[in-house]
Structure formats: structure tokens, C-alpha cells
């Protein structure tokens, strides 16, 4: 099982990204998946996360500003971020609790660097 992140980049304050985190491989079921992101000096922070039944959990500082979703089919999981803020400057990472047979297993995929300008 591989998880690819991708969808950052450089953007002006104000403005909007959305990252992607696709899971690949055979006989798996994707339990909770869940974005954190790590800012220089800062520890890893969980930002978002969505259960597999569509629940989904933000960090108080963006609530209202992002909205994560999942795509069960595509095997995918979605963060849009709007009205974004130089102090959402960070690599962002998926990591998502996956089921194999009778076990879970965690997996994290590699980050997504998300730049904002003031």
C-alpha cells in the first residue's frame, strides 16, 4: 500500500489549494484518514482527519477554512484549503489507517510543501 500526496504549492494569502492523497495497492480497506502538516521549528500537527463512515475532525485554526472529503471509489481523500494564511506555510502529509485482512496497519505519504505569501 502507497500513499502519493500531491497538490501544494505557492500561493498568495487570500487564495486557495487543494491537496489529494490517492492510496494504491491490492486488498486493503481505508479506515480514518487524517492530513497533518509540519512547519519549520513546529512540531507535526494533525490538521483534518475523516473516518471512513464520513465523520470528519479540524484543528480549531481551520475550521471554516478547510474542508476535507473522500472519495471511496477513487480511493482518495481531498483537502481543500480556502482563504489561506501565511501561517498555513508548511509540508503537509496524509496518513491513513489502512485494514489488511484482520489488521490495520498506519501508513503515511510522503509531503506536500504548501506555501503562502503575505
Known amino acids: 500500500v502507497q500513499l502519493q500526496a500531491s497538490g501544494g504549492g505557492l500561493v498568495q494569502a487570500g487564495g486557495s489549494l487543494r491537496l489529494s492523497c490517492v492510496v494504491s495497492?491490492?486488498?486493503?480497506?481505508?479506515?480514518?484518514v487524517g492530513w497533518y502538516r509540519q512547519a519549520p521549528g513546529k512540531q507535526r500537527e494533525m490538521v483534518a482527519s475523516?473516518?471512513?463512515?464520513?465523520?470528519?475532525d479540524y484543528t480549531d485554526s481551520v475550521k471554516g477554512r478547510f474542508t476535507i472529503s473522500r472519495d471511496n471509489a477513487k480511493n482518495t481523500v481531498y483537502l481543500q484549503m480556502n482563504s489561506l494564511k501565511p501561517e498555513d506555510t508548511a509540508v503537509y502529509y496524509c496518513?491513513?489507517?489502512?485494514?489488511?485482512?484482520?489488521?490495520?496497519?498506519?501508513?503515511w505519504g510522503q509531503g506536500t510543501q504548501v506555501t503562502v505569501s503575505s
Open positions: 475523516i473516518t471512513s463512515s464520513g465523520t470528519t
Open positions: 495497492g491490492i486488498n486493503f480497506r481505508i479506515n480514518t
Open positions: 496518513n491513513a489507517d489502512i485494514l489488511r485482512g484482520l489488521t490495520s496497519y498506519d501508513y
